[in-house]
Structures are given as C-alpha cells and as structure tokens.
Nanobody
Framework: QVQLVESGGGSVQAGGSLRLSCTAS????????MAWFRQAPGKEREGVAA???????SYLDSVKGRFTISQDNAKKNLYLQMNSLKPEDTAMYYC????WGGGYCAAQPPFGWWGQGTQVTVSS
C-alpha cells in the first residue's frame, strides 16, 4: 500500500520561505506523476504544482516564479520550495501521486494516493 507523509509546514510572515517534503513508500513502479495540492478554509482544493518521473513540471499561475517542485533521484521524496510567501498561500497542503504512463502530468484529479496534509500559515 502506498503511503505519503508530508512535513515542513508551519507559520511564516509574508515574504518568507518554507520547504515542504513528502516521503513516499510502498510503491514499486518507476513512473509516477506527483503533485502538491492545497485547500484553504471555505475554498475548493486546487492543484499547485506537479512533476513527472522525467522531471517535467507544471505550476499554478499564481505560484510561478515563487514555488519550485522537485524530487530526489529515487523518486521517494517530493519537495515544494515556497519563496516570497503571501497570506493567500495559507492553506493545508497535500502531497498526491498517481501512476504515469507518459503525457502531461498536471496537478489535476484524479490522483489515487494522498498524504494527510501539512498546514502552511502566512501572516501579513
């Protein structure tokens, strides 16, 4: 069974930085599309960034130039470096993964595996 565990959330002032991590276990396949989603109170969940096994990335327009998604060579750890954080980035952030057979990997459902989430709070 695939398990995803996020860490690295916290509270930071606007303009600050945080690095989220997601550790994956239990998946034996080589090709994955992994992504970060977020959900703020009272709002729908939205895809933030995604990366495929070949290193291709995609981003939500509002985070381009500020956030960077990456993964380690073993594809066991996913990261989201968040710089120049804004209060509107405040949300619960979730790591997600799915099998990938090529093509476009985007932070759009459906994803079969999800972490429990880590809270990011940005104060003004």
């Amino acid at each position: 069974q695939v398990q995803l565990v996020e860490s690295g959330g916290g509270s930071v002032q606007a303009g600050g930085s945080l690095r989220l991590s997601c550790t994956a276990s239990g998946y034996t396949g080589r090709s994955t599309c992994m992504a970060w989603f977020r959900q703020a109170p009272g709002k729908e969940r939205e895809g933030v960034a995604a990366i495929d096994s070949d290193g291709g990335t995609s981003y939500l327009d509002s985070v381009k130039g500020r956030f960077t998604i990456s993964q380690d060579n073993a594809k066991k750890n996913l990261y989201l470096q968040m710089n120049s954080l804004k209060p509107e980035d405040t949300a619960m952030y979730y790591c997600a993964a799915r099998r990938w057979g090529g093509g476009y990997c985007a932070a759009q459902p459906p994803f079969g595996w999800w972490g429990q989430g880590t809270q990011v709070t940005v104060s003004s």
